[in-house]
């Protein structure tokens, strides 16, 4: 699957580059592919600034850090586009750098980082068990054991439900 999404990836570039080339110019696509390139990393350093220094405002609680912390997520990702060679990809970075696309994405990212956080955390915790393992068999079912007793002490102060303390 993620072959053949390379594959598509590398055609719709060849395509577009191809189509520059045949409405403008060999040298015009050049020109502005070059061009595309420059103009984003230009404002892809105006903007980095800002978010930046909202994450600093952030690290000293004036402003809530969601914000910030997924523009960070998405300014890494429109630098990754505008690396990768090509139209398209150099477009969508350059997309990704506008404050309203990033304000308007920010939930989908958020959602994103979220749902990934949470099965890596569920992962961690079966791998922390040792309850996780590969190729094993799961059957579902109840332990019943006749010979079990749970016993509590009894509480005669309030304050035993303290911690106890060293000495």
Same mark, same amino acid.
């Given at each position: 699957m993620r072959m053949l999404l390379v594959i598509a990836y590398i055609a719709i570039e060849i395509g577009a580059f191809v189509a520059m080339t045949h409405f403008l110019g060999f040298g015009w696509a050049v020109l502005i592919t070059v061009g595309a390139v420059a103009a984003g990393l230009l404002l892809l350093r105006q903007q980095g600034r800002k978010v930046f220094a909202q994450l600093r405002r952030a690290s000293r609680n004036e402003v809530d850090?969601?914000? #910030?912390? +997924?523009?960070?997520? @998405?300014?890494?990702?429109?630098? %990754? @586009? %505008?690396?990768?060679?090509?139209?398209?990809? +150099?477009?969508?970075?350059?997309? @990704?750098l506008i404050? #309203?696309?990033?304000?308007?994405?920010?939930?989908?990212?958020?959602?994103?980082?979220?749902?990934?956080? &949470? &099965?890596? %955390?569920?992962?961690?915790?079966?791998?922390a068990s040792g309850i996780y393992v590969r190729g094993g068999t799961v059957v579902d079912g109840t332990v019943v054991?006749?010979?079990? +007793?749970?016993?509590?002490?009894?509480? +005669?102060?309030?304050?035993?439900?303290?911690? #106890?303390?060293?000495?």
């Open positions: 850090p969601r914000g #910030p912390l +997924t523009d960070t997520a @998405l300014l890494a990702g429109a630098t %990754m @586009l %505008m690396v990768i060679p090509g139209v398209v990809s +150099t477009a969508a970075g350059l997309l @990704l404050p #309203p696309v990033r304000r308007a994405l920010r939930p989908v990212v958020a959602a994103a980082g979220a749902k990934s956080f &949470a &099965a890596s %955390m569920d992962r961690a915790g079966l791998y054991d006749s010979e079990a +007793t749970v016993s509590t002490p009894p509480r +005669t102060n309030p304050d035993d439900r303290r911690l #106890p303390r060293g000495h």
